[in-house]
């Protein structure tokens, strides 16, 4: 059974947030691709909804848009995701995984696109405490 770390970027204000997933939360995520929208109440943000932007794989390999499926690639890249090139015009061969979420991947990175009623604070109980 898969289990994913999902880190939950807030556009708002540039915070993020790490959950553990794992079972039926782990399973809303399989299958899904870059740019899908997913359910936020799989990582415990009832009422939200996240969009996948990336990820990686147990080997630290990053997940590319445009690479279909789950398997791995081998591109000759210039550039972009995966690869940052030190000198202009630079190309290397880098080994990137598709852009479909499946148990091979090991983190999943999303982003806020749909808020609930309640903050997020809120829902994970931070901030009851008061720091007087």
């Known amino acids: 059974m898969a289990d994913f770390q999902v880190v939950v970027a807030d556009p708002e204000d540039g915070t993020t947030y790490q959950f553990e997933i794992d079972g039926q939360d782990a399973n809303r995520f399989q299958g899904r691709e870059i740019g899908e929208a997913v359910d936020g109440t799989a990582v415990g943000l009832d009422g939200y909804e996240v969009e996948i932007t990336g990820g990686s794989d147990t080997a630290g390999r990053p997940m590319r848009g445009d690479v279909p499926g789950t398997d791995l690639k081998q591109l000759l890249l210039t550039g972009g ?52």
């Open 81 to 132: 995701v995966g690869y940052e090139p030190q000198v202009d015009g630079e190309r290397r061969r880098v080994t990137v995984r598709g852009r479909e979420v499946s148990d091979d991947t090991r983190q999943i990175n999303a982003k806020i696109v749909t808020r609930g009623d309640s903050s997020i604070d809120e829902l994970l109980g931070e901030g009851d405490e008061d720091d007087e």
